[in-house]
């Protein structure tokens, strides 16, 4: 949820319409909370908006500081936010990841006096329990008619049941930690042995902590994978180009899943009488169950589908962007950004028509050794200052900044699994993923490693 706008959101508000069709422009200083991939793509487009006079990335990484002022401040940190809204009159709030719209960064904002005018793009932790409880999610598409996988939630008072739910259970199981675990609460088991054994891990091992307290158990679906993407003001929405991802580390989808390999935009199977039918059977439904659940939902939904034949069910849905996603999907979006948010603050998105790029854009992302397992951190990064073509772009994801020697030189250093990533543009996906090779093959950093085959069964 966006904050009921107050007086001072209602006025930039209207200069902002005003602005758009006349010759003068309000100049908003943003606040982006984040520090990934996703918030450098959010962050490179925010800038190119004629509305955006100062951007604030809290606490960003090396590629956003490219963009605007990083500030050390974590995105649950609502107080030392807050201090931040405050001292530099901060006029609109961008959150970048899930967890501090689950921890109602929203509600924190609406509540407090000094706050309560600034809009803030995403839901309130009510419409962010889509992502923060599974089973919460699951009952939502049950009660709303929307398309997914049959399924049971179970804790540890009724453990010995879902013991033997799942010993006679079709193959393969699908095992779901009810909370955030930073997206790696999936588990598919291929026998019962494994299903039983990991069922016992999540709730009484606490292989995800809190997460998995509560266990979600679904039916296995076949099929491909497409990412949707609605911005929606409550009332109204629109969709933004989709995606698909690539979670496996290792080539031809083999591996343990991480946070995403890469993603390529447009997807070939999406064609219009596809996306109709997610349309009318999940998004409609979506934006309609929200409203009869009286949450006022002002910000983003990552529909997570599956294509099982010609059907789309929903396998999850995010109350955020999704990442790597974001990296080809804003790059296509054709739309000024800070108008998008304030026509989703205002509720009125039925006003804007959605304009993209044609061409296909694909990114890789480049990770560290031994991700998603163990990794060191903190090695430099070459290649950088590479001239790019006007098709490719890199963006940051685990990098930081670090001053080398006396002198006040700035060096870019590798600080978490996914370092970061290239995203190029052309007329095919074979093109656009070749483009994306060729700078990183000019970017090093000990133990990089990345998939060459992003995009491999459109190819």
Known sequence: MVNAPGDRTIRSLHMANRQIRGTKFLLMNILLLGSGGREHAIAWKLTQSRLCSRLFIAPGNAGTALCGTNVECSPTDFEGVKKLCVAEKIELVVVGPEEPLVRGIVDFFAGDGSLKGIPVIGPSASGARLEGSKAFSKKFMQTAGIPTASFREFNDSNFVEGIEYLKAHALPIVLKADGLAAGKGVVICQNHIEAVAEFELMIHGNKFGEASSKVVVEEFLNGIELSVFVLTDGRHYVVLPEAKDYKRIGEGEKGPNTGGMGAVSPVAFADEAFMQKITDRIIVPTVGGLQKEGIDYRGFIFIGI???????????????????????????LQNDLVELFLATAGQKLDEVVIKTDDRIAATIMAVSGGYPGSYEKGFPISGLDQPLSPDSLIFHAGTRLQKVGKTPVEQVLTSGGRVLCVTSFADTVYEAVDKSRDVLEQIDYEGIYYRRDIGFEFL
């Open 306 to 332: 599956i294509k099982v034949g010609d059907d789309p069910y929903v396998i999850e849905y995010n109350c955020r962007l999704g990442d790597p996603e974001t990296e080809v999907v804003l790059p296509r």
